[in-house]
């Protein structure tokens, strides 16, 4: 199905347009320049406005599961997943749990245990590293899941949130853990918000990381309309 919409003002309308189905589902969303920047200055927000916010947050209110790369709490300096009254009121009246799990991906383990994100998480956040790291005191913070030997095996990273009954995932990168899922075919989705701005030459694009793979094609579910914003869904 394919639509071409405004963005719906009342939140109902937006829940039902980013519905999944049910089961396993990792859905990616960023937001890009005209130009395919995906970010300005190391920061995403000047992409941003307040619809592609309102979408941001209906997003997170769905997910069992918030992953990120390192690179991106650590540069955005992520805050704790927190929710409003009314987002964690609708989960629980669907069978959610009240806050989605942040999840980090990083295979150095240089995390600051101190960071909002981790320290005043509503819920225990997990990291998935790969063998031969020191949690340090990081273990007081987050679980930490060991999965893979070189590298971080997401593969089996997403598996052992699924065991711990985290199906529908939602990651909002960054480049290099999106090429990274990308190249292991672990994708379901690509929620992508494109900016009116053209950020010009030197910012790197969502993607990053891996040497380009095999083209993965994805169908169009919708396009949403803003006065600056075009926001377009694509999956499986
Ligand atoms: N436009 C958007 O929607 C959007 C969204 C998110 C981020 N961003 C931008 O992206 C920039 C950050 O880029 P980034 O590529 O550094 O972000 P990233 O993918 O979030 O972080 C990269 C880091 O994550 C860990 N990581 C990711 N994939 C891994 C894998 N397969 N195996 C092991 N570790 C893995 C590593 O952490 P360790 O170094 O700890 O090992 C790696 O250094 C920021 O400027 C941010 O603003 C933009």
Request: charged letters at 20%.
């Amino acid at each position: 199905m394919q639509q071409l919409w405004p963005v719906p003002v009342a939140e109902p309308d937006l829940v039902d347009l980013y519905r999944t189905p049910p089961g396993p589902w990792l859905r990616m969303n960023f937001v890009s320049s005209l130009d395919g920047a995906g970010h300005v200055d190391g920061r995403s927000a000047p992409l941003s406005g307040p619809a592609d916010k309102r979408v941001f947050g209906v997003l997170r209110m769905l997910c069992d599961a918030l992953v990120v790369g390192a690179g991106t709490v650590r540069e955005e300096g992520y805050h704790a997943l927190r929710l409003d009254a009314d987002r964690r009121a609708w989960r629980r009246a669907n069978g959610l749990r009240e806050y989605p799990t942040l999840v980090i991906v990083s295979g150095r383990l240089d995390l600051d245990p101190a960071q909002d994100a981790l320290a005043a998480a509503p819920v225990r956040p997990i990291v998935l590293t790969r063998a031969g790291n020191d949690p340090g005191r990081l273990a007081g913070v987050a679980e930490i899941i060991t999965v893979g030997e070189d590298e971080v095996d997401l593969a089996a990273g997403l598996a052992a949130l699924r065991g711990r009954g985290l199906d529908h995932v939602l990651s909002e990168g960054g480049p290099r853990l999106f090429g990274s899922l990308t190249a292991a075919g672990l994708v379901d989705e690509l929620c992508l918000t494109v900016s009116p701005l053209l950020a010009g030459p030197g910012a790197g694009r969502i993607t990053a990381g891996h040497p380009a793979g095999t083209p993965q094609h994805l169908t169009l579910r919708h396009i949403l309309l803003d006065d600056e914003l075009l926001f377009l869904r694509h999956a499986r």
